[in-house]
């Protein structure tokens, strides 16, 4: 079946540009993930769906990031007025339920290149 | 706050030797732990966790991971390595009783270089 997938891979914007990275989870899938991942580090929790409902989004560094998933499926993450270290791989994953136990199936992750 | 250590950045084997990847956690409780494996280009893949019970874990790969409560360790270990074991591994916790879902904090990683 398919796995999660993430649009686009790359995303290349100026400073002070709006961009939207699309998540498609596995179907069926309730519990969504976002995760920024820098150059040399490990991923970095953004935000939590249970659901339409963001659970949990105390990862979003600013009011410049936000994220929706209008009908409890896709889920898109908004960056407004971008800046320079907004640049890292963004990454999408989703879990059957959300518990504690679960297991998150990661996607191949949108680039952004803030220049 | 939960934290992974991860240490070395970098690993190199010989194919064919052991390979060893450590993790070490700070938890106030004993938490739950994972094992990614993230290969160029694609996106992060389960190794294997440990949840509750047996604390010797097989995963995917010939790997196994070992919960050590005593020393808040769980390293990552397979007997022999091959090629296509050449990846960045990361170690991740996630506390079951603090935030209701799983909110896996990561390690910053290792390179895994496995050489003929």
């Known amino acids: 079946g398919a796995g999660v997938s993430q649009t686009p891979s790359n995303k290349v914007t100026e400073k002070g540009k709006y961009v939207e990275l699309r998540c498609d989870p596995i179907s069926g899938h309730t519990a969504l993930y976002w995760y920024r991942q820098s150059l040399g580090q490990g991923p970095e929790f953004l935000i939590y769906f249970q659901g339409t409902g963001a659970a949990d989004d105390s990862g979003l560094p600013n009011d410049r990031f936000f994220a929706v998933r209008p009908e409890g499926s896709v889920s898109t993450l908004k960056i407004q007025r971008t800046e320079r270290g907004d640049s890292a791989v963004y990454l999408c994953?989703?879990?059957?339920?959300?518990?504690?136990?679960?297991?998150?199936?990661f996607g191949p992750g949108t680039r952004l290149t803030v220049l | 706050a939960q934290s992974v250590t991860q240490l070395g950045s970098h690993v190199s084997v010989s194919e064919g030797a052991l390979v060893l990847l450590r993790c070490n956690y700070s938890?106030?409780?004993?938490?739950?732990l994972f094992w990614y494996v993230q290969y160029p280009n694609q996106g992060l893949q389960l190794l294997l966790k440990?949840?509750?019970?047996?604390?010797l874990v097989k995963g995917i790969n010939g790997f196994e991971a070992e919960f050590k409560k005593s020393e808040t360790s769980f390293h990552l270990t397979k007997p022999s390595a091959h090629m296509s074991d050449a990846a960045e591994y990361f170690c991740a916790v996630s506390d079951p009783m603090n935030t209701g879902f799983q909110k896996l904090v990561f390690g910053t990683g290792t390179r895994l270089l496995v050489s003929p």
């Open positions: 938890s106030s409780v004993p938490p739950y």
């Open positions: 994953a989703s879990s059957l339920t959300g518990l504690e136990s679960d297991t998150q199936y």
């Open positions: 440990y949840t509750t019970g047996a604390t």
